[in-house]
């Protein structure tokens, strides 16, 4: 398990978290490499589907954060798409994927220093998971196995 | 004599060698879990039919065509990596007259003087096919009205029907001769029998007419007439019908890729889906479910018999009449196809 | 003469009424199925056809479904949760209101063929129902059975039997069962988070990805589903096991705060997939959440679509 990295994917606000991992860059704050952001104009954006798209694909974790309740940029995305995390959230609970595996948080551009904790946290609550094997399509990969 | 019979004493054994050398699939479950599978426990004579039509043997659902990957140390780098037809010699026991009529629709779409393809040549040429003749015909059942029969022999190597002390026998070709005689069933005559009880089960059925109507109408006529968009209304355009249909045979070739290769397959298609028609360029032909209903009964009750000979592309299986969650009874449109005035 | 047939006698007279007094250009109701245990959507259009129009316990599929992109006037027949439905539909600006003419059915619960072949496997040839049970007949035999006993699943948990909202109701109310509490999912919730998940793989294993239960539901009335988006492609074409949980797990969620429990796509469903367990879950979330239920109230918006300042969700850290 040691040799286990695990791959994670980040869902951030284009507005708040992608300039708190930006404002930690500068600030040389070092936080683990284990995770591929994709910017998105506001959490409001994110479509459940792009979260079961990522694990399908074989990540091992999905990290989605944006900005705290009352900052929106446009004033209620993040209060929408709290709602829809909600039911996220539980939905993928009872189907039976580890709520380590996905992490919601609020972290605003001037928060580096929680960006950098909450990006060792999420990579080391992955890692505690283990690869993703169960909730990935593998189809591909057992039907490249048959390939001599 | 082509018939033989098996006591009831020795139908264990009967099965038994029917599986030696082959894979032996046979009805398994009952009601809706009824599947042809391989056999592991006794084998039922007594279901009304498969909940899928034994298409899925020959035509699976996805099917895997070729490979590619593009790691270097794999042997077939960046080279297309043929996966073969998935063929092995079997032998299935329990087709129902009517979708081995089905089997043989497809297997003139798939085997033909025009094209051959491999993936469902492979299958079908390997199988023996063993049918089940059907005393008791279910209620939705109209074979008969579709030119089959209960006692049909189309399509099928051997025979078989379930008698009060074991199990008929009726050869039908070479191979399915040597089979039976592999398994030594008796040699006696059934002749007189199996014509009583093909009439009796033909008795069980609806009426005919509306098929023979249907027959001497022209395309044109039938195609403009003017109840589909009726007929149309009530259907929720999902693909059930032709899903369980045991002559539905339209696919859909798909790549699937990720970052160390991908796969190329065939999966069913369904022509009550807007997207089986649609379009690069936007248009499509079916634009709404009128023309798609439509399709679907024009391709089985006129298209396909004027292709392959007057046999019609609906076999009365019954399925889609039991699975439609709107009810459109195929028994109902070719009632409506045969009255309706353009 | 029974409830049933009141009730059936009332949607004729009234839908006639409606036809011929211009309210309706069409009345969308039940009639008979060409097989036992079934009654299938029928459009009404002329007083002659009326006749063929049906109540009755078999009556499965949520007509509102026909309701989205449709032009004219419509009259509905609708238990208590197609009646909710078609609410939701005019709530969510699917169908406006002025067109629509719901003709409430109180409903004492539907029969699930399921549920009869497991007490009689034998063929069915004919069924025949009274107010509270069918009798079942084939060849040789013949069976009554109590309704109370083979009733869908939803239809056992259902808290408005009677429509909560139409424009005129075709017989009594009925009694409505107590708050639906999800006990039928206790056992569930209950398991390991591991054996959930092989649950629900395996609950959906025979999926054929036909999408009649999407079809069949009257909130997917998306012009293009995510299924069938090609750019990205999000859900393979194959039977791949994960893609159909996606689908499932989509679909459920698309639905969620809007479910009527009605049951059609588990009607519709060929390979008798419990499709509405994802439904379950997430109805169970939204009623934690927000005491939310679809279709009480015409200018209700559906939780998805607003928010409070202070929604519950101390997981996000």
Redesign the interface.
Same mark, same amino acid.
């Given at each position: 398990m040691s040799e286990f990295e695990p791959k994670v994917v980040a869902f951030f606000c284009n507005w708040c978290t992608y300039g708190a991992a930006d404002l930690a860059g500068v600030s040389r704050l070092e936080y683990p490499p284990n995770f591929r952001v994709v910017r998105l104009p506001c959490t409001g954006r994110l479509n459940?589907?792009f979260i079961?798209?990522a694990f399908?694909? !074989?990540a091992d974790g999905v990290w989605i954060s944006g900005c705290h309740? !009352?900052d929106c940029h446009y004033i209620?995305g993040n209060?929408?798409a709290?709602?829809?995390?909600? &039911? &996220?959230?539980?939905?993928?609970?009872?189907? !039976?994927?580890?709520?380590n595996r996905l992490?919601?948080?609020?972290i605003s551009s001037a928060e580096a220093n929680k960006f950098q904790a909450?990006a060792k946290d999420v990579v080391e609550s992955v890692r505690a998971c283990g690869p993703n094997l169960?909730?990935?399509?593998?189809?591909?990969q057992l !039907?490249?196995a048959?390939?001599? | 004599m082509p018939e033989y019979l098996v006591k009831e004493n020795a139908l264990a054994d009967f099965f038994q060698v029917l599986a030696k050398g082959h894979r032996l699939l046979a009805p398994q479950g009952q009601g809706d879990n009824c599947q042809l599978a391989v056999v592991s426990g006794p084998v039922s004579l007594n279901y009304a039919n498969t909940h899928l039509s034994p298409k899925t043997v020959f035509f699976p659902q996805t099917e895997?065509i070729l490979?590619f990957?593009k790691l270097a140390d794999?042997?077939?780098y960046n080279v297309y990596?043929d996966?073969g037809d998935h063929a092995e010699p079997t032998v299935i026991f329990g087709i129902r007259p009517c979708d081995a009529r089905g089997l043989s629709v497809s297997n003139k779409v798939f085997q033909n003087d025009r094209f051959t393809d491999p993936y469902w040549k492979g299958k079908y040429d390997q199988t023996v096919k063993i049918g089940l003749a059907c005393l008791d015909p279910s209620p939705q059942c109209f074979c008969a009205a579709m030119g089959g029969s209960p006692f049909g022999e189309l399509g099928l190597d051997v025979l078989a029907y379930p008698k009060a002390k074991g199990l008929g026998l009726k050869t039908l070709t070479k191979v399915g001769e040597e089979l039976i005689k592999a398994a030594k069933a008796e040699p006696t005559d059934l002749a007189n029998e199996l014509k009583d009880l093909e009439k009796k089960a033909i008795a069980a059925q609806g009426p005919l007419d509306d098929y023979q109507t249907i027959n001497k109408r022209q395309i044109m006529e039938l195609y403009k007439a003017d109840h589909w968009p009726n007929t149309a209304e009530p259907c929720l355009g999902c693909g059930v019908c032709t899903f369980f249909c045991p002559t539905c045979h339209c696919f859909d070739i798909q790549d699937?890729?990720?970052e160390?290769?991908?796969?190329r397959?065939r999966n069913w298609d369904t022509c009550m889906s807007p997207l089986f028609t649609l379009h690069g360029s936007g248009h499509n032909p079916r634009p709404s479910k009128t023309e798609r209903v439509r399709q679907r009964f024009m391709h089985k009750l006129k298209y396909i018999p004027i292709k392959q000979d007057g046999i019609r592309g609906c076999t009365g299986c019954g399925r889609c009449v039991v699975m439609c969650p709107a009810n459109i009874d195929i028994r109902s449109v070719a009632a409506l196809m045969a009255q309706a005035s353009a | 003469m029974g409830n049933l047939e009141t009730i059936t006698q009332k949607i004729r007279d009234k839908a006639k009424n409606l036809l011929s007094s211009g309210q309706a250009e069409v009345v969308i109701g039940y009639r008979q199925g060409t097989i036992p245990l079934v009654a299938a959507p029928f459009f009404a259009r002329k007083a002659e056809d009326c006749d063929k129009l049906v109540w009755s316990s078999f009556a499965r599929l949520n007509l509102a479904n026909y309701l989205p992109s449709r032009k004219g006037k419509v009259a509905l027949v609708a238990k208590g949760c197609d009646a909710r439905s078609a609410v939701g539909q005019v709530t969510e600006n699917q169908f406006p209101r002025e067109n629509l003419y719901i003709l409430g059915v109180p409903c004492s619960g539907l029969v699930d063929p399921a549920l009869v072949a497991a007490k009689e496997p034998r063929p069915i040839r004919e069924a025949k129902e009274t107010d509270d049970a069918i009798t079942i007949s084939g060849q040789d035999f013949s069976l009554d059975i109590k309704k109370e006993e083979v009733l869908r699943r939803n239809c056992r948990t259902c808290s408005h039997r009677t429509p909560t909202l139409s424009d005129e109701l075709t017989g009594p109310e009925v009694p409505s069962l107590q708050p639906d509490d999800f006990s039928d999912i206790k056992d569930?919730?209950a398991k390991?988070?591991?054996?959930?998940?092989?649950?629900?793989k395996d609950l959906i294993k025979d999926c054929l990805r036909c999408y009649a239960c999407r079809n069949a539901c009257p909130l997917c009335y998306c012009p293009i589903c995510?299924v069938d988006e090609t750019r990205p492609q999000?859900l393979?074409k194959?039977n791949?096991?994960?893609?159909t949980?996606?689908f499932h797990?989509?679909r459920?969620?698309h639905c969620?705060?809007r479910c009527t429990a009605c049951g059609a796509c588990e009607t519709a469903c060929p390979v008798n997939i419990k499709v509405r367990e994802?439904n379950r879950?997430?109805d169970?979330?939204?009623q934690e959440?927000w005491s939310y239920e679809p279709g009480l109230a015409w200018e209700q918006k559906p939780?998805?679509?607003v928010?409070?300042?202070n929604?519950?969700?101390e997981?996000?850290?």
């Open positions: 459940p589907k079961l798209e399908k694909r !074989g309740p !009352g209620a209060y929408h709290r709602r829809k995390f909600i &039911l &996220l959230h539980a939905l993928l609970e009872t189907i !039976g994927v580890d709520p992490r919601f948080s609020w909450m169960t909730f990935r399509k593998d189809d591909l !039907g490249l048959e390939v001599a | 895997k490979a990957h794999k042997p077939h990596q996966l699937e890729a990720n160390i290769g991908g796969l397959m | 569930l919730l390991t988070p591991a054996e959930r998940l092989v649950y629900f995510f999000w393979g194959s791949d096991p994960m893609d949980l996606t797990l989509l459920g969620l969620a705060g994802f879950v997430l169970r979330s939204v959440n939780p998805l679509t928010y409070q300042p929604d519950p969700a997981f996000i850290k």
